[in-house]
Structures are given as C-alpha cells and as structure tokens.
C-alpha cells in the first residue's frame, strides 16, 4: 500500500501562490489517475483536480485556469501550482488516488495527514 505524505501549504495573502508536493513512498507509476482533494472546515471533500500516468490533467470549474496538477513518475511525486489563491480556497489539501475525469477512485490509498493552505483577504 502506497503511503502519501503532503506537504508546501501555508498562509498567503490573497493573489498569491503556492506549490504543493506529494511524495508517495512507494511507485506511483501503475496508478493510472491521482488526485488532488481539499476540506475546508464544516465541508465535505472535494477532488479539485486529477491526472493521468501520462500526465493530462482535469480540474474542478473552481480551480480551473488557477491551478496545475502535474507528476513526475520517477520521483514518485504528484504536484498543485496553485496561483491566483483566494480565501475560499482555504482548506487542508490531500492527495490520492482518483477515477476518471474527476470522479472518484475504486479503491483510496490510505491518506496522508494533509497540508493546511489559508489564504486571507
């Protein structure tokens, strides 16, 4: 079982940018779609954008033109450039895997512990 560990978040004033990584400690080559899933307080999850193993991407219409997904195989590691942040998109922010076209997985690794991301106004 693949263990995922998040991390990059933090505090940014609104406009600003962020880059998240997510090292999985085993090969992440064979997962054919991971994702990038956030929770903000009081909220259910929400998978904001996914990738395949080679590399195409699909975000959620709330991040879409804002954010990048992107992998690198041989480092095991999943990425989210987020730009352009604004204080709702506050949240802690996971990876995992993911389905097709932002639907969700058969099967989720375990999660990891996530990563805070603020953003204020």
């Known amino acids: 079982q693949v263990q995922l560990v998040e991390s990059g978040g933090g505090l940014v004033q609104a406009g600003g940018s962020l880059r998240l990584s997510c090292e999985a400690s085993?090969?992440?080559?064979?997962?054919?779609?991971m994702g990038w899933y956030r929770q903000a307080p009081g909220k259910q999850r929400e998978l904001v954008a996914t990738?395949?193993?080679?590399?195409?991407?699909d975000y959620a219409d709330s991040v879409k033109g804002r954010f990048t997904i992107f992998r690198d195989n041989a480092k095991n590691t999943v990425y989210l450039q987020m730009n352009s942040l604004k204080p709702e998109d506050t949240a802690v922010y996971y990876c995992?895997?993911?389905?097709?076209?932002?639907?969700?997985?058969?099967?989720?690794?375990?999660w990891g512990q996530g990563t805070q991301v603020t953003v204020s106004s």
């Open positions: 995992n895997t993911a389905g097709v076209r932002l639907s969700l997985p058969d099967r989720y690794a375990d």
């Open positions: 085993g090969s992440i080559f064979s997962i054919n779609f």
């Open positions: 990738i395949t193993r080679s590399g195409i991407p």
